[in-house]
């Protein structure tokens, strides 16, 4: 495994290398996510699905900024949603298989443990995606594959992750203000600073730990 701390900071060199870049990359969502928390009279599953669909692709051009950054590419706003918009049904397709069979496992307490070693192992599905061009299946198998032998060191990453995104409701439910603007302002801020260094982090993971599998390192 990598020091998720030197990867950590490379997240940081990458974001303040391409600012403007990755930043108008991120803006994209949130106009979607403030439309979530907005009443506009359009049903709430609506204002759901469209949010959910517009991240998938701004998630997967936020990738493809972070892969193009280690390389001789230009990391650049219109190639990272090129790219996105190109695997972009593959990213659902992927994003599908996990949710779909992450609620199946889990809507029994038996299968709460299942769902989450699931969702540990397929992690790393819309990086491989993005940056290896598999399909929604390879994906998963390469996801599987880098897992292997790192689980507990990933979930807990993951864990951590998955915390930093309800960060945003803190500030809200301290200010004792839970108006859905306010909810939807604190996301929105959210999304373009600390949701893009999580994102370049766990494509920075990805190729590291892919190129171990490749070169069949166990580290």
């Not at 959210?190 to 490749?214: E, Q």
């Amino acid at each position: 495994m990598p020091n998720p701390f030197v990867l950590l900071l490379r997240s940081f060199q990458v974001f303040v290398t391409h600012p403007v870049t990755i930043i108008s990359i991120a803006l994209v969502n949130v106009p979607g996510l403030l439309f979530r928390f907005v009443h506009v009279g359009v049903p709430n599953v609506v204002t759901l699905i469209a949010a959910l669909a517009l991240g998938l692709a701004v998630n997967g051009a936020l990738i493809r900024a972070a892969a193009t950054s280690t390389g001789a590419e230009r990391t650049g706003f219109i190639d990272s949603y090129r790219v996105a918009l190109i695997a972009y049904w593959r990213l659902v397709g992927f994003n599908l298989r996990i949710l779909g069979a992450a609620f199946l496992l889990g809507i029994t307490i038996v299968g709460i443990p299942f769902a989450v070693r699931l969702v540990v192992r397929w992690w790393f599905g819309s990086e491989a995606v993005i940056i290896a061009g598999t399909s929604a299946k390879d994906a998963i198998s390469l996801s599987c594959q880098i897992a292997t032998g790192r689980w507990w060191p990933l979930a807990s990453l993951v864990l951590i992750s998955l915390g930093l995104s309800r960060l945003p409701f803190i500030p809200v439910w301290l200010l004792f203000d839970p108006s859905q603007f306010a909810q939807g302002l604190m996301i929105s801020m959210w999304a373009f600073t600390i949701t893009p260094l999580v994102t370049i982090f766990w494509a920075l993971m990805f190729l590291d730990l892919a190129d171990r599998v490749t070169s069949k390192d166990p580290g």
